[in-house]
């Protein structure tokens, strides 16, 4: 997906953000955001990805600041969040899973929509937000604007690979028991970032939350780039990524780089269209969640 016209606000918006959560120096932080603005209204272009962009953004800004994770303080609120919220909202679809009569214990652990809506409930973590609203947000029950989900089951149980691209740091409490349903049919790899940009989840986040082992085999893309910049990621993800039978893409950030890609009924994306430009280009209402498969 191109940028739009309401796309160089928000890069604006992120390259405030990124400079005043780097560092306290004011001298500091008005050349980061002098080097970054300066990137952006040379780079900012109708053919351009905004995930490019971003990229260089953050990069400059860890570069002038000297702080190699400016997102710290806020990923360990948004995984502090989601640790919490996780149970309760377990224990919420295991009484509707009684009430409805099932036989199974927990609905998010034990049956794909379940899981999938978990999943999809986490997307609505986002750094341009406070923790309250978004806390609100992922209590709400999941709809869909576009459900494609009996497809991706169906392609679950006869694939033999799945790339999983996890997102937000917080995310993967939620992505764990739809990684583990999956890995009853298919091979799950699950993707992360090598190291610290925004708030996405990085191998670090993954191994101190002492989830690593149950997720099964974790690699990284092998570029710190919200959504995926292929001409810099790893040979290892490139490998795995040309293999895979089927792509999951959590957020916005990989829609916008897969969605560049011919479509081959391989692509699945799970998200919250947080934004008009890529509620648009999904053709959803703003804020509307998303399981399409292309």
Known sequence: MKLTPGCYECLRRLIYQAAELATG???LKQ???KEAMKILDDEFSYSQLSIVIA???HKVVREVTHNPDPYRAMKEREMTLARELHPELSLRAEAASRRQGRKRSNLYKDEFQGCLKLATAANAIDFFREPGSIKDDIREPVSFAVDDSEQLEA?????SKVLYLADNAGELYFDLPLVKWMR???NVIY????????DDLTLEDVRRSGLEGEFGKVISTG????????????AQFKREFKSADLIFAKGMGHYE??????PKGKFFYCLKAKCKPVADSLGVPENSYVAMLQ
């Not at 993707?191 to 925004?198: A, E, I, N, R, T």
């Not at 780089?257 to 011919?262: I, K, Q, R, T, V």
Request: no cysteine; hydrophobic share 50%.
């Open 184 to 186: 009853r049919f298919v």
């Open 25 to 27: 120096d004011a001298s």
């Open 223 to 234: 570029i710190a780039s919200p959504g995926i910049v292929f001409s810099l990621a790893s």
């Open 257 to 262: 780089a897969l969605s560049e890609l011919p």
């Open 31 to 33: 050349r980061a955001i």
């Open 155 to 159: 392609k679950l149980k006869d694939a």
């Open 191 to 198: 993707v992360v970032k090598p190291s610290p940009v925004q």
């Open 55 to 57: 990229t260089k953004i």
